[in-house]
């Protein structure tokens, strides 16, 4: 059981837009920044937007992300076949003294 | 361009000590936290800890502590973790990954782990 809580999947159509939520408490989200990771099957994650809502340089705007008090939202606008992947997101614990992950939601693009 | 380059797959018996590696490049090594996650295959990402290359500080995930040494040799741009006594509850895939601003920016391709008798 992860300490950030994540739905295990979500899906919508192809050109559509998609939010998946992330879900924690005082000690991570609510007082530490946000990051969300795309993981592709058989490949190394990737970072998609750190600091709560900025975007690494290469990353489109139709990824953005958001947090409000102790939960996170990523946000995926005009939905592509290639958005098909694993989605986590992560901050550190000041309780735990660590960085934890959510458990990751599984996009399909219909 | 900032790379993190694993070593290769290993497989041990239970028992049997093990090092991996990440080498960076492309970036001053010694000046980025190196974090070490773990991935049991099918499931999510577990951060184990972490290590300062600069003066080799260290992290250690509390959850987890204990089974495993995470350690840095700057001069080679290089990070390691290590078992001293592997279980097969340690079949994972490893990723080394570079704590950049308030996220991991940069990971290593990962290091699959198997342990089996």
């Known amino acids: 059981q992860s300490v950030l809580t994540q739905p295990p999947s979500v899906s919508a159509a192809r050109g559509q837009k998609v939010t998946i939520s992330c879900s924690g408490s005082s000690s991570n989200i609510g007082n530490n920044y946000v990051s969300w990771y795309r993981q592709v099957p058989g490949t190394a994650p990737a970072l998609l937007i750190y600091?709560?809502?900025d975007r690494p340089s290469g990353i489109p705007d139709r990824f953005s992300g958001s947090k409000s008090g102790a939960s996170a939202t990523l946000g995926i606008t005009g939905l592509q076949t290639g958005d098909e992947a694993d989605y986590y997101c992560g901050t550190w614990d000041s309780s735990l003294s660590a960085w934890v992950f959510g458990g990751g939601t599984r996009l399909t693009v219909l | 361009e900032v790379q993190l380059v694993q070593s290769g797959a290993e497989v041990k018996k239970p028992g049997e000590s093990l090092r991996i590696s990440c080498k960076g490049s492309g970036y001053n090594f010694n000046i980025h936290w190196i974090g070490w996650v773990r991935q049991v295959p099918g499931k999510g990402l577990e951060w184990m800890g972490g290590?300062?290359?600069?003066?080799?500080?260290?992290a250690y995930n509390p959850s987890i502590q204990g089974q495993f040494t995470i350690s840095a040799v700057k001069y080679l741009s290089s990070a390691y973790l290590q078992w001293s006594s592997l279980k097969a509850s340690d079949t994972a895939i490893y990723y080394c990954a570079r704590r950049g601003r308030n996220g991991f920016d940069s990971w290593g391709q990962g290091s699959l782990v198997t342990v089996s008798s």
């Open positions: 290590v300062y290359p600069g003066d080799s500080q260290t």
């Open positions: 600091d709560n809502d």
